[in-house]
Nanobody, 115 residues
Framework: QVLLVESGGRSVQAGTSLRLSCSTS????????TGWYRQAPGKQRELVAI???????TYADSVKGRFTVSRDNTRDMVYLQMNGLKPEDTAVYYC?????????WGQGTPVTVSS
């Protein structure tokens, strides 16, 4: 069974940096896509950043130049480096993985950015 577990979310001041981590397990195959989504209070879940196994990345316009998604296949980890955080980045961040056309989600880790 595929399991994604996030960590690293917390309350921070605007302008600071934070790194989220996601531990992946339960698959003997490499995920085709991994990355991060987020859901702010009262809003729909939205894509933040994803990365294909081949290395292609997609970022939300709102985070381009500030966030970086990466993966370490040797450690089965996915990361989201977030720099220059803004109050509008406040949300629950979910780790995401796709394998054989199935979507997998973590339980979410909250990030709160205060001004």
């Amino acid at each position: 069974q595929v399991l994604l577990v996030e960590s690293g979310g917390r309350s921070v001041q605007a302008g600071t940096s934070l790194r989220l981590s996601c531990s992946t397990s339960g698959s003997n195959f490499d995920f085709e896509v991994t990355g991060w989504y987020r859901q702010a209070p009262g809003k729909q879940r939205e894509l933040v950043a994803i990365r294909t196994y081949g290395g292609s990345t997609t970022y939300a316009d709102s985070v381009k130049g500030r966030f970086t998604v990466s993966r370490d296949n040797t450690r089965d980890m996915v990361y989201l480096q977030m720099n220059g955080l803004k109050p509008e980045d406040t949300a629950v961040y979910y780790c995401y993985a796709q394998l054989r056309r199935r979507d997998y989600w973590g339980q979410g880790t909250p990030v709160t950015v205060s001004s």
